[in-house]
């Protein structure tokens, strides 16, 4: 009878494993298809019946990540990083959560750790040298985008950050060459446009500035900053009537540039146009109540 018991038990607990690996792989397939609510019923049923269950619980650190709940995604990865500190996608996906939450010092130390075991990997390498850059480590951070487009010249988004390396070193001929190769890849590459504007200032090349800055407006109509490169580049060009008329709809869209209003409030008073300059501060301090300069200004006119 005892052995009988014993063989019963043994079933039982090969019939429990084989439900499990069959609960985790149904798991990872609804995961992989997008099946969000799925995937994390089959991992939490997992750790119902195995509650140290490492692979379901970080399951269900992806599916939380999947949603954008990154806070929930660190709280079950987090007390996993000892059993997965050598696989690099764990590695790779924890450095995101810390990225995605501003937590840069740590993703950069679990990035690191993940490049050291997949060398030249450029998501990796792309997500450290992000992190880097926002940290303000941008020699550091060079030399992993230099990488990038080595190895995928091509990336637009790869080029983006050599290129932002440069301008944030203030390196302006490079930053210039390469967030124009990102516009070139890409023309709608938005985030491109306005270091590439001021790139093409700081070595006044004006001309490049307002041709830019006319492509930008036209690729996006509503965009206050396009609007107020553009106001910009023609006042560098001599056109103050038509800076005004940039100024006017870069405060129509929501954004406010206190220099490049005084210019153009100073050209309105010059002009007998007083009442048009009030009005350009006035609507900035609609935008920004306690802008102290608009309230002067105000207080001047």
Same mark, same amino acid.
């Given at each position: ?44 049923? &997992? *750790?119902? !019946? %195995? #509650?140290?269950?490492?692979? +379901?619980?970080?399951? /269900?650190?992806?599916?939380?990540? $999947?949603?954008? =709940? ?111 190769? &990102? *516009?070139? !890849? %890409? #023309?709608?590459?938005?985030? +491109?446009?306005?270091? /590439?504007?001021?790139?093409?200032? $700081?070595?006044? =090349? ?96």
């Amino acid at each position: 009878m005892r052995a009988v018991i014993i063989v019963i038990c043994a079933l039982v607990c090969l019939v429990g494993a084989q439900g499990i690996e069959e609960l985790i792989a149904d798991a990872n397939i609804a995961y992989r298809n997008g099946q969000l609510d799925r995937a994390e019923m089959l991992y939490e049923q &997992v *750790l119902s !019946l %195995e #509650p140290d269950n490492a692979v +379901a619980t970080n399951g /269900l650190g992806l599916v939380a990540m $999947a949603r954008g =709940d990154f806070d929930r995604a660190l709280e079950h990865m987090l007390p996993l990083l000892s059993e997965f500190q050598n696989d690099p996608n764990f590695l790779f996906n924890l450095g995101t959560i810390y990225k995605a939450l501003g937590d840069y010092p740590n993703a950069i130390d679990v990035l690191e750790q993940a490049l050291a075991l997949v060398p030249d990997n450029p998501p990796v390498l792309a997500g450290l040298a992000e992190s880097q850059l926002k940290e303000g480590h941008y020699d550091a951070a060079l030399s992993h985008t230099r990488r990038l487009v080595e190895i995928q010249p091509d990336n637009p988004d790869y080029q983006y950050l050599h290129g932002m390396a440069f301008y944030l070193l203030e390196n302006w001929v490079q930053a210039q060459k390469n967030l124009s190769t &990102v *516009l070139a !890849l %890409e #023309p709608t590459y938005l985030l +491109a446009y306005e270091p /590439l504007f001021e790139a093409h200032l $700081a070595l006044n =090349d004006v001309g490049a500035g307002l041709d830019l800055a006319d492509d930008w407006v036209a690729l996006d109509s509503t965009n206050g900053w396009a609007w107020r490169c553009l106001s910009l580049a023609r006042i560098k060009q001599s056109d103050l009537a038509g800076g005004h008329e940039a100024a006017v709809l870069m405060l129509k869209y929501g954004r406010v540039d206190n220099q490049l209003l005084k210019i153009v409030s100073h050209w309105l008073r010059a002009t007998d146009r007083g009442d048009e300059a009030r009005a350009l501060w006035q609507r900035a301090v609609e935008l920004e109540p306690y802008n102290m300069v608009a309230h002067g200004e105000l207080e001047r006119s």
